[in-house]
């Protein structure tokens, strides 16, 4: 397809005297541009479905040892110092994981590592069926957190890249509504596996299925903003021809649209300016420093919570209200119940609301759910479920979230190692939160626990007014 891109390139607000654009810039602006005029369609989806897959294989691996802890804490006499060094085992590796993968996603691309990244987390959960030991299974959850850890910020880039400004929210949230799905298939089967096959079968129903996967993720099109940004033109031009053949329609009839498609290249030509190499420097420069601080205490805050909650839930219910294995087991799965149904709102109105005031709220609500959970001493099992429940739905929504705003607030050159720092601070959080938790609770009881995530919300409501608006914006216009 062709575009007026190039006879708009000279003479867009400036004389060709003062536009000095490169042939390489006008063709990285092009293909941009054709990119931004294909509306979501079967391509789209595709690649949503099968990238989707891995993360939904990721999320019951991040689960799934909450499931099986109730069975280990009988069989191995765990203390709850265990249970939460265990726990942060896995985060303490998703940490090595989102460093190294979002490192080797700006130089090999996002599908390879993507790739790697699935076949790790995969091959670890059928090991760790095979564990017999309390240090073995940390060893195991730890190499199995690189590959978690990995994936989930690669994939979320490779997503932000195929989409276009206009409903990227929505069709973002739509592929990572998958990860809670994930969750909830790690809650329904943990509880009717475990009490009926043995926690072993938890693990191995987590990892065959993933091997599968990381194949079909090999057979993906690279990012063609990744290949724009390292000048592999050709190839870029060749997946967006498939990318436009898949659909008649286009965002723009640019002969009766001609102001906006102007306002379009413009953008995307700011967008191509910068010619330097991606580096973890740069997220500390001017222009992105308030940025990175910002929303890494926003992973780290959101996630203490969500993960510190949902993690321990099944435990809390077994060790401090003594309900029975599997009542314990199914009402720890309701969090992951509403956590899906909240997501989906969020997937429907997150362009509308925005990002910063959607992301204000939750931790507002979520926090108040939280005080009045602690200040009236959680002192049934139903109460937890019904309020820390909830405050775990609506946290979920924050945290899902994160993974569209973050590649948004970062350029094609940096956007992989940009996510892969960020959500290493929810991999730190996530492994710190099990642990705190476990001594908050042995030392002042389980009211003082729902206090605690109550304070980090307030903390995060704070953090969330600074953050950066980029609802229905071009990549290339948000991040220059």
């Given at each position: 397809?062709?575009?007026?891109?190039?006879?708009?390139?000279?003479?867009?607000?400036?004389?060709?005297?003062?536009?000095?654009?490169?042939?390489?810039?006008?063709?990285?602006?092009?293909?941009?541009?054709?990119?931004?005029?294909?509306?979501?369609?079967?391509?789209?989806?595709?690649?949503?479905?099968?990238?989707?897959?891995?993360?939904?294989?990721?999320?019951?691996?991040?689960?799934?040892?909450?499931?099986?802890?109730?069975?280990?804490?009988?069989?191995?006499?765990?203390?709850?110092?265990?249970?939460?060094?265990?726990?942060?085992?896995?985060?303490?590796?998703?940490?090595?994981?989102?460093?190294?993968?979002?490192?080797?996603?700006?130089?090999?691309?996002?599908?390879?590592?993507?790739?790697?990244?699935?076949?790790?987390?995969?091959?670890?959960?059928?090991?760790?069926?095979?564990?017999?030991?309390?240090?073995?299974?940390?060893?195991?959850?730890?190499?199995?957190?690189?590959?978690?850890?990995?994936?989930?910020?690669?994939?979320?880039?490779?997503?932000?890249?195929?989409?276009?400004?206009?409903?990227?929210?929505?069709?973002?949230?739509?592929?990572?509504?998958?990860?809670?799905?994930?969750?909830?298939?790690?809650?329904?089967?943990?509880?009717?596996?475990?009490?009926?096959?043995?926690?072993?079968?938890?693990?191995?129903?987590?990892?065959?299925?993933?091997i599968i996967v990381a194949f079909l993720i090999a057979r993906l099109p690279e990012s063609p903003r990744w290949l724009i940004s390292k000048g592999r033109f050709d190839k870029a031009e060749g997946i967006i021809e498939r990318m436009e053949a898949s659909t008649p329609k286009r965002n723009l009839d640019t002969q009766t649209q001609k102001a906006e498609v102007d306002e379009r290249v413009v953008s995307l030509l700011n967008g191509l300016q910068s010619k330097q190499r991606g580096s973890w420097k740069e997220l500390f420069s001017p222009f992105y420093r308030g940025r990175t601080i910002v929303v890494w205490l926003l992973w780290a805050?959101?996630?203490?919570?969500?993960?510190?909650?949902?993690?321990?839930?099944?435990?809390?219910?077994?060790?401090?209200?003594?309900?029975?294995?599997?009542?314990?087991?199914?009402?720890?799965?309701?969090?992951?119940?509403?956590?899906?149904?909240?997501?989906?709102?969020?997937?429907?109105?997150?362009?509308?609301?925005?990002?910063?005031?959607?992301?204000?709220?939750?931790?507002?609500?979520?926090?108040?759910?939280?005080?009045?959970?602690?200040?009236?001493?959680?002192?049934?099992?139903?109460?937890?479920?019904?309020?820390?429940?909830?405050?775990?739905?609506?946290?979920?929504?924050?945290?899902?979230?994160?993974?569209?705003?973050?590649?948004?607030?970062?350029?094609?050159?940096?956007?992989?190692?940009?996510?892969?720092?960020?959500?290493?601070?929810?991999?730190?959080?996530?492994?710190?939160?099990?642990?705190?938790?476990?001594?908050?609770?042995?030392?002042?009881?389980?009211?003082?626990?729902?206090?605690?995530?109550?304070?980090?919300?307030?903390?995060?409501?704070?953090?969330?007014?600074?953050?950066?608006?980029?609802?229905?914006?071009?990549?290339?216009?948000?991040?220059?």
């Amino acid at each position: 397809m062709n575009t007026p891109l190039t006879a708009y390139s000279v003479g867009v607000g400036q004389s060709e005297s003062s536009t000095r654009t490169t042939s390489e810039q006008l063709r990285a602006a092009n293909l941009l541009f054709r990119i931004e005029n294909v509306p979501f369609c079967r391509w789209h989806t595709k690649a949503r479905i099968v990238m989707g897959s891995a993360t939904l294989f990721d999320a019951f691996d991040a689960l799934s040892l909450a499931f099986v802890l109730p069975v280990l804490i009988g069989l191995w006499h765990l203390s709850p110092g265990q249970i939460g060094v265990l726990i942060a085992a896995g985060y303490l590796g998703q940490v090595v994981g989102a460093l190294v993968f979002g490192w080797l996603a700006e130089r090999i691309g996002r599908v390879p590592s993507a790739t790697v990244t699935v076949g790790v987390m995969s091959a670890m959960s059928i090991v760790c069926a095979f564990t017999g030991s309390f240090h073995m299974l940390f060893l195991m959850r730890f190499l199995q957190g690189i590959g978690v850890g990995g994936e989930v910020p690669v994939a979320a880039t490779y997503i932000n890249e195929l989409s276009q400004a206009h409903g990227r929210g929505r069709f973002f949230i739509l592929y990572e509504l998958i990860f809670p799905l994930g969750l909830l298939a790690a809650a329904q089967l943990g509880a009717f596996i475990v009490p009926r096959f043995g926690w072993e079968y938890m693990f191995l129903v987590g990892g065959i299925p993933g091997i599968i996967v990381a194949f079909l993720i090999a057979r993906l099109p690279e990012s063609p903003r990744w290949l724009i940004s390292k000048g592999r033109f050709d190839k870029a031009e060749g997946i967006i021809e498939r990318m436009e053949a898949s659909t008649p329609k286009r965002n723009l009839d640019t002969q009766t649209q001609k102001a906006e498609v102007d306002e379009r290249v413009v953008s995307l030509l700011n967008g191509l300016q910068s010619k330097q190499r991606g580096s973890w420097k740069e997220l500390f420069s001017p222009f992105y420093r308030g940025r990175t601080i910002v929303v890494w205490l926003l992973w780290a805050t959101s996630y203490f919570v969500a993960n510190g909650i949902n993690n321990w839930l099944p435990s809390l219910y077994k060790t401090v209200y003594h309900l029975p294995l599997q009542e314990s087991l199914h009402m720890a799965s309701i969090s992951n119940v509403l956590s899906t149904c909240g997501v989906l709102a969020c997937a429907l109105l997150i362009d509308r609301v925005g990002r910063r005031r959607w992301a204000m709220a939750c931790f507002v609500i979520s926090g108040i759910l939280l005080a009045v959970l602690g200040i009236h001493g959680a002192g049934s099992a139903w109460s937890v479920m019904f309020l820390g429940s909830s405050a775990y739905a609506v946290m979920a929504t924050t945290t899902v979230l994160l993974y569209l705003y973050t590649p948004e607030i970062y350029p094609t050159r940096m956007r992989a190692i940009g996510t892969g720092l960020a959500t290493s601070w929810l991999r730190a959080a996530s492994a710190a939160a099990p642990a705190i938790v476990g001594v908050v609770l042995t030392g002042k009881g389980i009211a003082a626990v729902f206090i605690l995530f109550a304070v980090v919300s307030a903390v995060g409501f704070f953090v969330a007014s600074r953050m950066v608006e980029t609802t229905n914006r071009a990549l290339e216009e948000i991040s220059p």
